[in-house]
């Protein structure tokens, strides 16, 4: 099989449907065609990046003990919304099994990633957003789940702090997409995960939290830095959801 840059892209922006995993796909994409990596470099980070990331899921879906019917079901509609044809499904599902055995090596296998992936930081994280992603579809991951994420979180380099932003993200989009009209405000505890911060943050670090991640992700400092114009819809959907932790952590303070 031949794993392409604008596969990784693909991959990235179908399987995690939040706004962070959706730019990170596009902006993969966008590398390789205006030529910034070669296509045997990203054929190779493609082909590793498929490995593990079913082999990964896989395993974090046994941690527990046992596969639930839930998270089988979770695995197949990420792969459905690859658009996988017949061939990657039975060799995605090869992978899954495989991460499911006893003698799975997790901490290689994401070694190897992080090796590949060590100047793009943001293939990293979109990695530990695919595997929360599952995870979370199948319910409210157990303890050992947990426990397994963070093992892979660690293996990138990836924060606890990060970590828990990635899921508050990725639980808001979840909301948001099942909610009827319009997405309902995050709940204080949701919206200082999104900021990265605890309940006990001061409100000078408040405001910086806000406004550094603002600074980050607001469309106009992204497009000063040369982001494609399809990638800024995108954009302003994070910078939507990182206004609204803020009003709610500002309404709560009385800031």
């Excluded at 293939?123 to 579809?137: D, G, K, V």
């Excluded at 199948?138 to 892979?152: D, T």
Aim: charge should be positive.
């Amino acid at each position: 099989m031949h794993w392409g840059g604008k596969f990784v892209g693909a991959l990235v922006g179908s399987l995690v449907a939040g706004p962070v995993g959706t730019a990170v796909g596009l902006l993969v994409g966008h590398r390789y065609d205006r030529g910034r990596a070669t296509p045997e470099d990203w054929r190779g980070i493609g082909a590793l990046f498929f490995e593990a990331t079913f082999t990964a899921m896989g395993h974090v879906a046994k941690a527990d003990g046992r596969v639930s019917e839930a998270e089988i079901a979770a695995a197949r509609s990420i792969m459905s919304r690859m658009h996988l044809n017949a061939g990657q499904v039975q060799e995605a599902i090869r992978l899954f099994g495989a991460g499911k055995a006893h003698d799975f090596d997790l901490e290689e296998t994401i070694a190897r990633l992080a090796r590949a992936s060590r100047h793009r930081r943001s293939l990293r994280r979109a990695f530990l957003e695919i595997q929360m992603e599952a995870a979370l579809a199948a319910g409210s991951p157990a303890p050992a789940m947990r426990a397994a994420l963070w093992r892979i979180a660690a293996g990138l380099d990836i924060s606890r702090v990060e970590m828990v932003q990635i899921e508050a993200l990725l639980r808001l989009a979840r909301t948001a997409r099942g909610a009827a009209a319009g997405a309902p405000p995050p709940s204080a505890g949701d919206a200082y995960r999104v900021l990265g911060l605890e309940p006990s943050a001061s409100d000078a670090d408040v405001k910086l939290a806000y406004r550094r991640l603002m600074n980050q992700h607001h469309p106009d400092k992204l497009r000063a830095r040369g982001m494609p114009e399809s990638m800024l819809p995108v954009a302003e959907e994070k910078t939507v959801r990182i206004r609204a932790a803020w009003e709610a952590i500002r309404s709560v303070r009385g800031l």
